[in-house]
T-cell receptor
Framework: RKEVEQDPGPFNVPEGATVAFNCTYS??????FFWYRQDCRKEPKLLMS???SGNEDGRFTAQLNRASQYISLLIRDSKLSDSATYLC???????????FGKGTRLSVIA | SAVISQKPSRDICQRGTSLTIQCQVD?????MFWYRQQPGQSLTLIAT?????????ESGFVIDKFPISRPNLTFSTLTVSNMSPEDSSIYLC??????????????FGAGSRLTVL
């Protein structure tokens, strides 16, 4: 089983739609979780951290389910500018490096 | 917020040659990280560059192939040696910097896109 797995997509959704991505991780000792956004031919940038209690930032909601070892990202009222690849990132315990998922591609269509 | 600059942004190289990528952070950082992102793949950590000591390489990456320098707390270089077409990739430099909210964020440079013919 890969350390971090994501559905690669692409997810093609109309403007205004709600879309959700899931990401599963294999290391139960993982401590920190993040969603990064990567635009085409650009570097990844932090979208939001994922907290145990779940967190919201505007149209974006991130949730963590430790029992099932997955995190999710919900985007409400999708905008054209949300089109990007969303990377799930997991930090293990101790000095293990961050592990990146392959990313989920989202295309928001007018 | 702090900025990470990389150069070259892209290059096309002949097999067998070597290329050195430079990374400059505009604030002092203890560790700098070098990642590779091959087409359609996730980011893979190559090594952690520590100032004043040798870099720490991840499984599958060796110093002879990817020598790293870290002469001070704001600068690092990654060399891709004796290149082959399989080395064609985006190489990204990163560091943990204070984000806009004050929390520490793994922040990337814009990347160096390498094509080996």
């Amino acid at each position: 089983r890969k350390e971090v797995e994501q559905d690669p997509g692409p997810f093609n959704v109309p403007e205004g739609a709600t879309v959700a991505f899931n990401c599963t991780y294999s290391n139960s000792a993982s401590q920190s979780f993040f969603w990064y956004r990567q635009d085409c031919r650009k570097e990844p940038k932090l979208l939001m951290s994922v907290y145990s209690s779940g967190n919201e930032d505007g149209r974006f909601t991130a949730q963590l389910n430790r029992a099932s070892q997955y995190i999710s990202l919900l985007i409400r009222d999708s905008k054209l500018s949300d089109s990007a690849t969303y990377l799930c990132v997991v930090l293990g315990a101790g000095n293990t490096p961050l592990v990146f998922g392959k990313g989920t591609r989202l295309s928001v269509i007018a | 917020s702090a900025v990470i600059s990389q150069k070259p942004s892209r290059d096309i190289c002949q097999r067998g040659t070597s290329l050195t990528i430079q990374c400059q952070v505009d604030s002092q950082v203890t560790m700098m990280f070098w990642y590779r992102q091959q087409p359609g793949q996730s980011l893979t950590l190559i090594a952690t560059a520590n100032q004043g000591s040798e870099a720490t390489y991840e499984s599958g990456f060796v110093i002879d192939k990817f020598p790293i320098s870290r002469p001070n707390l704001t600068f690092s270089t990654l060399t891709v040696s004796n290149m082959s077409p399989e080395d064609s990739s985006i190489y990204l430099c990163s560091a943990i910097l204070a984000g806009t909210s004050g929390a520490n964020v793994l922040t990337f440079g814009a990347g160096s896109r390498l094509t080996v013919l």
